[in-house]
Every structure is written in C-alpha cells, then in structure tokens.
C-alpha cells in the first residue's frame, strides 16, 4: 500500500516524531497520511485463511498433534539408532572398518527411510560424528 505524505514537513521532524511516538499513533504524529483515502490502521496484514478445514475444527487439531507425535517419535528412534551404531563402532574390538562402514551406510539408508529428502541433514549431523567414531576407533587420518 502507498501512503502520500506531505512533502512540506521536514524529513527530521518525521523521524523524530515516530521515534516519540513510536509510530503507534498516526494522528499525532507530523509525518502521517495526508490522503483520506489511506486507512488509520497502517500496521495490520490481511494473511489469507487456509483452505479446507476450518483451522479450528477439532480433526485438524487432533491430525496436527498425532503428526508431531509421530515426528517425534521417529527422532527419537533416529537418534537411538545412531547413539547404538556410535556404541558398536567404538566398542566391538572385533569389528573391522569394512564392517564399521556397512554399518555406517545401513544407519543413513534407514535414516532416509524414515525422512525421505533429509539427505543434506544427515550429512550435517550425524555423518560427521559416525566419521569423528571411524577416524578414532581405526586411527585415520
């Protein structure tokens, strides 16, 4: 939306006086609309309201809540798998890199399994730690 102010106040002044009044009260402030047609309310949106189901129905309250639950369920059973896989790799004396890596590699097929797209993610978070594990358990450079 363009507002018209009058070009006769000093830029200063405008400033000043948003700066005292916070710029919450159009009417006293020197810098305000000039035209009548603006409205008084400059700092309301209008957002548009999501189609479908009333946002307020109690189905998509419930849908909403079993999704989170369900999100966080699965990372929770994310970072559990990744947490025994840790465990394996840096505990078992008897397990070779060859047998470390497959491990590795499994825990990232199933993480993508579980979040399909999240590929980046795993590589920023878990994949770094699993290789931290790897560089430290075989003595890797």
Known sequence: ???????????????????????TNPATSRCGPTSKGVS????????????????????????????REEEAHKIRRLQLM???????????ASLTLEEASELA??????????????????DLLYKPRLQRIMRERFRLQ
């Open 40 to 67: 008084q309310n400059r700092y309301t949106m209008d957002f548009p309201q999501p189609t479908g189901q009333d946002a307020n129905s109690p189905m998509s309250d419930e849908e909403a809540r079993h999704a």
């Open 82 to 92: 990744i947490s025994m896989v840790s465990s394996v790799i840096s505990q078992d």
């Open 1 to 23: 939306m363009l507002e018209v102010y009058s070009s006769t106040t000093p830029l200063g002044s405008c400033f000043s006086s948003l700066l005292s009044d916070n710029g």
């Open 105 to 122: 590699a499994g825990a990232k097929r199933a993480a993508l399994a579980m979040f399909p797209d999240k590929e980046l993610a795993f």
